[in-house]
T-cell receptor
């Protein structure tokens, strides 16, 4: 059974204080690992797809990396508008668009 | 470009009733997936439809069902509602089959009393 575990569950940062979110996973035949952002009252918003160990993707203050067992979402010099829940998900090889999500990390950035 | 539209946004039902939720995907998107989100279990996959065919089904009882129409619009139905069915039901669409890059709607929040 595919499993995704995210840590920490919640993270408080001061504006400008860089940090990383962790996503560890077990999956049968990884097709892709995804990061989504979810704001309160909204549906998740796609951020990144990573396909193989060693791959990195960047977008503004966010950088996602992937190893064979985990992924990290690095947040550099965060701003209050980066406050959201960040979700990690995996897609198995034959799963169509069926994603297995982790529980998420709730990030709060204080000015 | 319009996003994924879900209706209704909020609804309240009582145990034993049934409910139908609707989802209009982004124009041109042929894949529609449904997810249940609760504080305790997080986001859990319900089912996916592609070109009117159910392609995947999650680990939910048979009370949960869905369908997709020829215009890609989708509906899901939950019969004999239980208190534990209270959740945010999210619909997501994708351009084609297997990218995993999903565009989510804002969800339908169901409360079962």
């Amino acid at each position: 059974e595919d499993q995704v575990t995210q840590s920490p569950e919640a993270l408080r940062l001061q504006e400008g204080e860089s940090s990383s979110l962790n996503c560890s996973y077990t999956v049968s035949g990884l097709r892709g690992l995804f990061w989504y952002r979810q704001d309160p009252g909204k549906g998740p918003e796609f951020l990144f797809t990573l396909y193989s160990a060693g791959e990195e993707k960047e977008k503004e203050r966010l950088k996602a990396t992937l190893t064979k067992k985990e992924s990290f979402l690095h947040i550099t010099a965060p701003k209050p508008e980066d406050s959201a829940t960040y979700l990690c998900a995996v897609q198995a090889g034959t799963a169509g668009n069926m994603l297995t999500f982790g529980g998420g990390t709730r990030l709060m950035v204080k000015p | 470009k319009a996003g994924v539209t879900q209706t209704p946004r909020y609804l309240i039902k009582t145990r034993g009733q049934q409910v139908t939720l609707s989802c209009s995907p982004i124009s041109g998107h042929r894949s529609v997936s449904w997810y249940q989100q609760t504080p305790g279990q997080g986001l859990q996959f319900l089912f996916e439809y592609f070109s009117e065919t159910q392609r995947n089904k999650g680990n939910f009882p048979g009370r949960f069902s869905g369908r997709q129409f020829s215009n890609s619009r989708s509906e899901m139905n939950v019969s004999t509602l239980e208190l534990g069915d209270s959740a945010l039901y999210l619909c997501a669409s994708a351009v084609q089959g297997n990218t995993g890059e999903l565009f989510f709607g804002e969800g339908s929040r169901l409360t079962v009393l």
